[in-house]
């Protein structure tokens, strides 16, 4: 079967880094997303990765690795408005989008 | 670029009537239109992918007879929940795929409320 396996929430400090992980198991792949969601709100995208490495767009970042079927979103220089849960998602080899459960990202001053 | 309309954002009805919620891509073309169902605290759950001219595809466990999807054109999907009941309300989300982009990314409409009485 097809999995997307990211933590459930995690809390940082206003200011700080995180990264949120992802792992995945698809058949077949063709690019992985992230996207952030906040409460009550459709999805915004955030960034795309298909081959492997960084991706850097301001204070996000994306990487990830092919081979180990991993990708981790880096968000640096956390504010409050970041607070959100941010969604991994797997394109598959139908060119299906796999999501993932979300990461409930909580800010703290 | 790339925005994705619903209509309504927000809806009440008593149970047992249909509600139709529209999803319009204003300003690119879309063949594949998907809907998607969250409900509080959960993830996304896909629905339905409904291409331009051609009949939706219906994910397990999706009733195709009470969610009637129609794409008639590249820029307009709807999703009708018919006879709707308390246990419809949900936030429905459509997005839509850019024919244009390589990223294959989906747009997200800004997602429409239903709470069935």
């Known amino acids: 079967g097809q999995n997307i396996d990211q933590p459930t929430e995690m809390t940082a400090t206003e200011g700080a880094i995180v990264q949120i992980n992802c792992t995945y198991q698809?058949?077949?792949?063709?690019?992985l997303f992230w996207y952030q969601q906040h409460a009550g709100e459709a999805p915004t995208f955030l960034s795309y990765?298909?081959l492997d490495g960084l991706e850097e767009k301001g204070r996000f970042s994306s990487f990830l690795s092919r081979s180990k079927g991993y990708s981790y979103l880096l968000l640096k220089e956390l504010q409050m408005k970041d607070s959100a849960s941010y969604l991994c998602?797997?394109?598959?080899?139908?060119?299906?989008?796999?999501w993932g459960a979300g990461t409930k990202l909580i800010i703290k001053p | 670029g790339a925005v994705v309309s619903q209509h309504p954002s927000w809806v009440i009805c008593k149970s047992g009537t249909s509600v139709k919620i529209e999803c319009r891509s204003l300003?690119?073309?879309?063949?594949?239109m998907f809907w998607y169902r969250q409900f509080p605290k959960q993830s996304l759950m896909l629905m339905a992918t409904?291409?331009?001219?051609?009949?939706?595809?219906?994910e397990q466990g999706v009733e195709k007879d009470k969610f009637l999807i129609n794409h008639a054109s590249l820029t307009l999907s709807t999703l009708t929940v018919t006879s709707a009941h308390p246990e419809d309300s949900s936030f429905y989300i459509c997005?839509?795929?850019?024919?244009?982009?390589?990223?294959?990314?989906?747009?997200f409409g800004p997602g429409t409320r239903l709470t069935v009485l």
């Open positions: 997005s839509a795929r850019n024919l244009a982009s390589s990223y294959n990314e989906q747009f």
């Open positions: 300003d690119f073309q879309a063949t594949t």
């Open positions: 409904s291409n331009e001219g051609s009949k939706a595809t219906y």
């Open positions: 698809t058949s077949g792949f063709n690019g």
């Open positions: 990765n298909v």
């Open positions: 998602a797997v394109v598959d080899s139908n060119y299906q989008l796999i």
